[in-house]
């Protein structure tokens, strides 16, 4: 965990070092027929930064398809259109084949 300057107030709570990303994900619900679209702003081993602008549950499945990863995501925080999610356990890389890509696509 990073410790703050002297003078910041802002403590780092994250479990990993966050890369910039800005790419768009998916978010697929439980429901087979929901997935919706959100951007990707940062992205670590443990969790991501979203911007979503539709309702979303407090679990969902994430998908990143510049590197064809599923995660589990919790909601770990909300502010008006904007999510931290931690993931639950390890990505799922989906294979070309997996039949969940064509429903993550939007095909």
Do not use: N
Not at 4 to 15: C, I, L, N, T, Y
Not at 50 to 66: I, Q, R
Not at 67 to 74: D, G, I, N, P
């Amino acid at each position: 965990m990073k410790r703050p300057d002297a003078g910041s107030r802002k403590v780092e709570r994250r479990g990993g070092d966050r890369a910039k990303v800005r790419k768009v994900g998916r978010i697929m619900f439980d429901d087979p027929a929901k997935v919706v679209s959100c951007i990707l702003m940062d992205l670590s081993d443990t969790g991501a930064l979203l911007l979503v602008h539709d309702k979303v549950p407090d679990a969902f499945d994430l998908f990143y398809s510049a590197q064809r990863k599923l995660w589990r995501a919790v909601v770990v925080r909300r502010l008006q259109d904007t999510l931290g999610v931690r993931f639950e356990g390890e990505a799922e890389v989906l294979k070309s084949d997996d039949k969940r890509l064509r429903r993550l696509r939007g095909s």
